[in-house]
């Protein structure tokens, strides 16, 4: 505690005092530089918060500045897609009336195309049921040809049938140049034609012309000697089952006769002409072994 003095009378001085001025002195210097470090950091605080406060302005009002361009930049993007949408729209309304016009066209082409075909439709019937008109009376007229062609075939066929059955009964039996044998002679290509038809033995013609050498005819061979065109008379050699035989100064229509493994030939000359003879040769159907 303060020692308590009496009143009015002043206090004696404190021991020690100049260590105390001294002391104060110097707390007072520490707090004077201390105060005079507060502030210098203080103002240096300030100049710090002074730079940090400009440079967030400036971002901010870079950040302001670029908000501004952006937004122009996008209005300006908005601006040309409206534009854009508005050329594309007026492009569409100018195809849209040009497709139309040519469909338009295009419709009033093929309808025009259609008439014309109708018209050449009906033409082309016309000329059609012409045609065919002129046809029917030609096929009338060729049916007409036909009837009488069939009157006509009919009429060759009865005199067929009729020169058939002349034929059949011209065929007669000759007695041939072996003694108690006879056959059916044919003397033409018609009454050959009958035979052949009949099927009872086979016919082999035949054209020999006068050379040295035999003539293949049928199994046998055959070679002219001599033809009398003026006596109708003919001269062959027969050469059959390994043996000769001349037939002599003979007559058209004779049947020439000779075995053959026992069965029964018969050589036919029906022509006599110039160093050639023509007829043919019957053999039976079935040979005698």
């Known amino acids: 505690m303060t020692p308590q003095y009496p009143p009015y009378a002043p206090p004696p001085p404190p021991s020690n005092s100049n260590l105390h001025l001294a002391l104060a002195a110097g707390g007072i210097v520490a707090s004077l530089a201390f105060c005079g470090f507060l502030l210098y950091q203080v103002h240096d605080l300030q100049t710090e918060m002074g730079r940090n406060r400009d440079l967030i302005q400036n971002e901010i009002d870079t950040i302001k500045e670029n908000s501004t361009e952006m937004t122009a930049a996008q209005r300006k993007h908005m601006e040309d897609l409206r534009e854009e949408l508005d050329n594309r729209s007026r492009q569409s309304i100018?195809?849209?009336?040009?497709?139309?016009?040519?469909?338009?066209?295009?419709?009033?082409?093929?309808?025009?195309?259609?008439?014309?075909?109708?018209?050449?439709?009906?033409?082309?019937?016309?000329?059609?049921?012409?045609?065919?008109?002129?046809?029917?009376?030609?096929?009338?007229?060729?049916?007409?040809?036909?009837?009488?062609?069939?009157?006509?075939?009919?009429?060759?066929?009865?005199?067929?049938?009729?020169?058939?059955?002349?034929?059949?009964?011209?065929?007669?039996?000759?007695?041939?140049?072996?003694?108690?044998?006879?056959?059916?002679?044919?003397?033409?290509?018609?009454?050959?034609?009958?035979?052949?038809?009949?099927?009872?033995?086979?016919?082999?013609?035949f054209t020999l012309k006068k050379q040295k050498n035999m003539q293949k005819v049928g199994d046998i061979s055959l070679r002219l000697e001599k033809a009398d065109l003026k006596h109708n008379k003919f001269t062959v050699i027969v050469l059959a089952d390994d043996k000769t035989v001349e037939k002599k100064d003979r007559n058209v229509n004779e049947p020439l006769q000779f075995y053959v493994s026992k069965s029964l030939y018969e050589v036919v000359v029906n022509t006599v002409g110039k160093d050639q003879i023509a007829g043919y040769l019957s053999t039976p159907k079935y040979q005698n072994r």
């Not at 497709?99 to 419709?107: G, T």
Request: glycine content about 6%; overall charge neutral.
């Open 94 to 205: 100018q195809a849209a009336s040009q497709a139309k016009r040519e469909a338009l066209s295009y419709a009033d082409e093929q309808a025009k195309k259609l008439e014309d075909e109708q018209q050449k439709g009906q033409q082309q019937l016309s000329s059609s049921i012409s045609d065919v008109s002129k046809k029917a009376d030609t096929a009338n007229a060729r049916l007409s040809d036909v009837n009488n062609d069939v009157a006509g075939v009919k009429t060759d066929l009865a005199s067929t049938k009729t020169d058939l059955q002349t034929t059949k009964s011209n065929l007669q039996k000759v007695a041939g140049d072996l003694s108690g044998t006879s056959s059916l002679v044919a003397t033409n290509g018609s009454e050959i034609a009958e035979l052949k038809r009949r099927g009872e033995r086979n016919i082999v013609e």
